[in-house]
């Protein structure tokens, strides 16, 4: 007998053809973060509750592809373009340095993009309200709270007469972080010790420089990178008696002393429901770059007891969230 007469006659006897037909595939997000999805679970949990309320729920109704450079900048572009080459429905570009190589990679899938920097001034957009091309996406206060976060560990650290600064001299912030920490440092008549780290081996060097240099307190300048060691800066903070504020409470909860920028959950959340849409048939220029505006203060408790600070009431009121 013929394989296909042996095929049909198969299919005679086990029922109606149709129940032989695939199911319609379900759409696909290409989900590719700059930073380890170990480090950003709950980021990508705030993503999920956005799509979530947009009618779209993992498994169910649609699916994804994951895509994590783990802090390594120079994996980005060939990830951006592999998810493209899959031809994912919606691209979705967490972190500032994944916008751009998202956008390179493709002119007509849509790409939802969060970024904690001005997307005008990164080349993401043109327009916040009428975003041209394939790209819309959500900003959080990040990079501009540079200022804020030193005038908050100075009121802290009043008797510190030197501020070291953490910077990533080849991150997609340089030039706005660099300026916005020259202006708060002026802001509160202080000089800074800059120092470059753009490696896990850098971090040990950068630390020793402080030490060398005693300064009274870091500022942590805001970095993909960073955010991908927020537990190993946390610890090297408190091993080297260095009070230091970063931006995420990942980086309090790991030992550091204070946190403090716009809500990224609240941005990766806006992500999920602006991703739902499209995947109904909303363009991207029809979508208005979203802005969270929310800033949320998280203080360690017990790391200030441990360096032998006191936290001012002042500055506990005004706290999101004080670990103990």
Request: no cysteine; glycine share 10%; charged share 20%.
């Amino acid at each position: 007998m013929k394989r296909r007469s042996f095929l049909a006659g198969l299919l005679s006897l086990t029922g109606p053809r149709h129940a032989w037909a695939q199911q319609p595939a379900l759409p696909v997000i290409g989900f590719l973060n700059g930073a380890s999805y170990e480090l950003s679970r709950y980021l990508v949990h705030a993503f999920h509750q956005g799509l979530n309320e947009a009618g779209y729920v993992e498994g169910r109704n649609v699916a994804f592809e994951y895509r994590s450079a783990e802090g390594k900048y120079d994996r980005l572009p060939p990830l951006a373009r592999e998810l493209a080459r899959l031809n994912v429905n919606v691209i979705v570009a967490t972190g500032t340095p994944t916008g751009l190589p998202a956008k390179a990679a493709t002119t007509t899938i849509p790409v939802v993009f969060v970024t904690g920097s001005d997307p005008i001034e990164q080349g993401l957009v043109t327009n916040l309200n009428r975003p041209t091309g394939n790209l819309t996406g959500a900003t959080t206060l990040a990079v501009e709270l540079g200022r804020k976060r030193m005038e908050l560990l100075h009121e802290l650290v009043p008797a510190a007469r030197l501020i070291g600064v953490l910077i990533n001299p080849t991150g997609p912030n340089l030039k706005p972080v660099l300026q916005d920490m020259h202006a708060a440092a002026r802001a509160v008549g202080l000089p800074i010790h800059i120092v470059h780290a753009s490696s896990e081996g850098d971090l040990d060097r950068a630390f020793a420089s402080f030490v060398e240099r005693r300064v009274g307190g870091i500022v942590i300048g805001t970095d993909t990178f960073f955010n991908s060691q927020s537990k190993r800066l946390g610890a090297l903070t408190v091993r080297n008696t260095l009070p230091a504020i970063y931006q995420y409470r990942e980086f309090v909860a790991a030992g550091g002393l204070m946190s403090y920028a716009g809500s990224i959950t609240d941005a990766y959340r806006m992500a999920g429901i602006y991703t739902g849409r499209i995947l109904k048939g909303a363009k991207p220029a029809d979508l208005p770059v979203q802005q969270s505006t929310k800033a949320e203060l998280f203080i360690n408790l017990k790391t200030a007891k441990t360096l032998g600070l006191t936290v001012p009431s002042s500055l506990l009121a005004r706290a999101e969230e004080v670990i103990e």
